[in-house]
């Protein structure tokens, strides 16, 4: 594909510390990556420009966090060219003089962070890692932490943060050795609209203070992808276009950057595509009460995690908890579904008082759980057949039930989840 030129806003501003080329901060050529049958990447050309904010935009599987991780350093070149910060990644000694210049955070909530170790442990260990010595690690550590709004929890310990906690931690301990080449991977999914926009705000400051820092994001979020300099669209391991979020708008004479991506898909990806429409559940007072709450309270010792909470939800109606991380929605649902007995209060699912000994309420009950309950080692019929037989499922019925299950996920995806059905449908999942 032909080299994209930056625009004029994106021209890199030099560093002494850092061997960044004139025009861009990575450069692939020819580069794939398969594992085993799988083609995560294929064929991919590009340049990224330096001194700005580029975004990989894209479904899941669709090869952005290969690309990250090949970029970072952190996956072995299978085939074609991978430079970064001026040299080739396949060499050594290249590879050893600029990863002390680029940080990387993968994907996933806290995933570079040590669980056990609390916030102030957790940044002396990446310091350390990146030769601060005592005082110049407490000069960054309390730098870092004032800006984040962390300072105050520094005894507290990574597994005990919210979402966007972890992921301010996160970025402070990827930070902490004042990086040319920030890469982040999805470093916003999971973490409530209040703390990615505080997130996004913090990134805004340190690139303010650091204009020659190069940050490379890879997002599903499109209200994220829209305040980027430049953007990347990806599907299957390849490029389908690259530009200003308003030059992907014109380009495909969209409204919004999910219309200009699905706009992007060959024909035969978007062919049976259809906007969700939901209408609104009728106002009958004859609906039954599928949940009720009462003054549900939990307290774990002195702290009220959910205080007097009450409420009906119909049955049929779609009941959303909206809130920031950690104010208790998580614990509600516990408590409606009888894995958490209430300090006081009380709830009823189907007419039938919530006890944690009420298996045969509790089965009519589906539960997915905010970490996600799936076996990453079994395969998605696997997963499928271990949950119906955890509900008891007659044998007979499980590969009936499961074949349901996946023509009804993939008629949802079609309609509510446009890039992951698009996605799926392309490997027949």
């Not at 913090?202 to 820092?213: K, V």
């Not at 759980?369 to 955890?390: M, T, W």
């Amino acid at each position: 594909m032909a080299t994209p030129q930056p625009p004029a806003s994106l021209q890199p501003v030099a560093s002494a510390q850092s061997v960044v080329s004139a025009q861009f901060v990575v450069s692939l050529k020819q580069v794939s990556l398969r594992y085993g049958k799988t083609m995560a990447l294929q064929d991919v050309s590009l340049d990224i420009p330096a001194g700005g904010m580029v975004g990989l935009i894209g479904p899941d599987g669709v090869g952005k966090s290969s690309l990250l991780a090949l970029v970072a350093g952190a996956r072995i070149i299978q085939s074609g060219t991978v430079e970064v910060l001026g040299g080739n990644m396949a060499h050594k000694r290249h590879r050893d003089a600029v990863c002390p210049s680029i940080a990387y955070m993968p994907q996933g909530l806290g995933k570079n962070l040590y669980p056990t170790l609390s916030i102030e442990e957790n940044l002396q260990f990446f310091g350390r890692l990146f030769g601060h010595d005592a005082a110049e690690r407490r000069r960054r550590i309390d730098l870092l932490t004032r800006s984040t709004g962390l300072h105050e929890f520094l005894s507290r310990p990574a597994g005990k943060l919210s979402g966007g906690m972890k992921q301010k931690l996160g970025l402070c301990c990827a930070l902490i050795h004042d990086p040319d080449l920030l890469i982040l991977d999805e470093p916003t999914t999971g973490v409530d609209p209040l703390a990615r926009a505080q997130f996004w705000d913090l990134i805004a400051h340190i690139r303010s203070e650091r204009p020659g820092m190069s940050v490379i994001v890879a997002t599903a979020y499109m209200d994220e992808a829209q305040r980027f300099d430049w953007l990347v669209a990806m599907d299957e391991g390849r490029i389908l276009a690259t530009g200003t979020p308003q030059e992907l708008l014109d380009r495909t004479t969209s409204e919004s950057l999910d219309a200009a991506f699905i706009a992007l898909l060959p024909e035969e990806k978007k062919r049976d595509y259809q906007e969700v429409s939901i209408p609104p559940l009728a106002e009958d007072e004859r609906h039954d009460i599928a949940i009720e709450a009462q003054n549900l309270t939990m307290r774990f010792g002195d702290f009220v995690a959910v205080d007097h909470v009450s409420f009906r939800i119909r049955r049929g109606e779609i009941f959303g908890f909206i809130g920031s991380n950690g104010c208790g929605k998580s614990t509600t649902m516990k408590m409606l579904t009888g894995l958490l007995p209430a300090s006081e209060g009380k709830a009823w699912l189907f007419g039938h008082e919530v006890e944690s000994t009420d298996i045969a309420t509790r089965r009519r009950v589906g539960y997915m759980s905010q970490s996600f309950s799936l076996y990453a080692e079994l395969s998605v019929q696997q997963n499928l057949v271990l949950h119906a037989r955890l509900f008891h499922v007659p044998n007979a019925e499980i590969p009936a039930r499961v074949d349901e299950m996946v023509q009804r996920c993939r008629s949802a995806f079609a309609s509510a989840c446009p890039w992951r059905w698009l996605w799926c449908t392309s490997r027949n999942c």
